[in-house]
């Protein structure tokens, strides 16, 4: 009994380093791809943010399903909604962060990188509360 008990708090230890890991990847490819598109290619803000949005939740998704969580969708169909699912958890974050982008880069012509930063903060706090 005491084995199955530590073998099951050292997988949810690997899975919360993992997951921790692969979230704060997804913070670097989010501010990442923000900046090439926007800084690197004058892409409008709100439309490099949702470039980067896709790119970083596409790699969250992919990396939570195969290292963090492991799960399994047998078919075709199951792994579409699998990911259906998990981007439309996602979708409310990108509504709250195009907002931000709107009315601190948009209309008040902040920094842009200093607003995607604060921006993703918020995303951050909110993936993990919500």
Do not use: H
Request: proline share 2%.
């Amino acid at each position: 009994m005491d084995n199955i008990i530590i073998r099951n708090r050292k997988e949810e230890f690997k899975e919360l380093v993992l997951y921790t890991f692969f979230g704060n990847m997804t913070f670097v490819i989010s501010i990442g791809s923000y900046a090439i598109f926007n800084v690197f290619f004058g892409i409008n803000e709100l439309i490099a943010n949702a470039l980067a949005w896709v790119f970083a939740v596409l790699f969250s998704y992919v990396t939570n399903k195969k290292w963090v969580f492991k799960a399994a969708t047998p078919t075709k169909t199951a792994f579409l909604v699998q990911m259906f699912a998990f981007f439309s958890g996602r979708f409310i974050t990108l509504v709250i962060e195009e907002t931000i982008i709107f009315i601190f880069i948009t209309l008040l012509d902040y920094p842009s990188m200093w607003v995607k930063l604060a921006a993703q903060v918020v995303v951050v706090v909110l993936t993990y509360y919500c």
